[in-house]
């Protein structure tokens, strides 16, 4: 579903991403584990197309996308969770769920009070509320809804573009445990055929969600395989230290 070849980037001398290969199958779920500084967020902005690569290639769906565009990519399928001002302040929960439901349909296009009206939107709104437990939220505006609410609208943001592959970068940084339990469980009760690759520093959360983990290293994959072979090898307690030992 999403792959990569060899990909490289520097930023002047630094070798930030290191001849990089993914593979995701379709429904997989993969937690890319690593300090700060190996080049986590490097690959994201390399696959959604924020970043061109000096070398090596981006496929999504079985196509090379490595030549287009963000907004091209985004309507193959590929969309990211952002944090932080891809949100409408000004409007309620519904209406940022309805205005991104109708970007793959075109209807964004039309004054937004419109676009919410039709029914495949409001069915999507719906659905993806479900998901990600906004039902209760709904009418409130987001300037009025707790920092928590805002990561789970977020989610349900890039999910309501129907997405084939998910990306998250860290999506519980900065929430208490209680919300990280939250995030487990909204997690698991996601689409089983998206694709997700997430960004995780917090280990419980990336063992309770992963079928696969991927473990970056200044800019180069050292560990790619299953949870449980992760949690054995002595490489990663190296590069983890103490944060490993409670996993
Ligand atoms: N646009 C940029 N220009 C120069 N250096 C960058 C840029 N983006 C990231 N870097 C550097 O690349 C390295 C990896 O950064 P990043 O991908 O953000 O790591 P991570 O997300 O794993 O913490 C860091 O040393 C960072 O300073
Ligand atoms: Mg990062």
């Given amino acids: 579903m999403l792959e990569t070849r060899n990909l490289t ?42 970043l061109t690569p000096d070398g090596g290639s981006v496929h999504l769906a079985g196509e090379d996308v490595t030549a287009l565009s963000v907004p091209r990519r985004a309507r193959r399928g590929l969309s990211r969770s952002y944090q932080k001002n891809t949100l409408f302040d000004g409007l309620t929960v519904e209406e940022n769920l309805g205005l991104a439901a109708a970007v793959p349909t075109g209807h964004a296009t039309r004054l937004w009070s419109d676009s919410l009206r039709q029914p495949e939107i409001r069915d999507t709104v719906a659905e993806v509320a479900e998901q990600v437990n906004l039902m209760p939220h709904l009418h409130a505006k987001v300037s009025e809804i707790s920092y928590g609410v805002r990561r789970q609208l977020e989610v349900g943001v890039a999910l309501a573009t129907r997405p084939l592959v998910l990306l998250m970068d860290e999506p519980t940084s900065g929430v208490g445990p209680e919300m990280s339990k939250g995030f487990h469980d909204l997690l698991n009760n996601l689409p089983r055929d998206l694709t997700l690759l997430i960004i995780e520093h917090d280990m419980d959360l990336a063992f309770a969600v992963a079928d696969t983990i991927t473990v970056l290293n200044y800019g180069e994959v050292v560990f790619d395989g299953l949870p449980e072979e992760a949690r054995g090898s002595t490489l990663l307690k190296d590069i983890y230290l103490g944060s490993w030992e409670d996993a």
């Fill in 9 to 50: 980037k520097s930023f002047g001398a630094v070798h930030v991403t290191r001849s990089v290969s993914l593979k995701l199958e379709r429904g997989e779920r993969r937690v890319i584990l690593g300090p700060n500084g190996a080049g986590k967020t490097t690959l994201f902005n390399l696959l959604v197309g924020e």
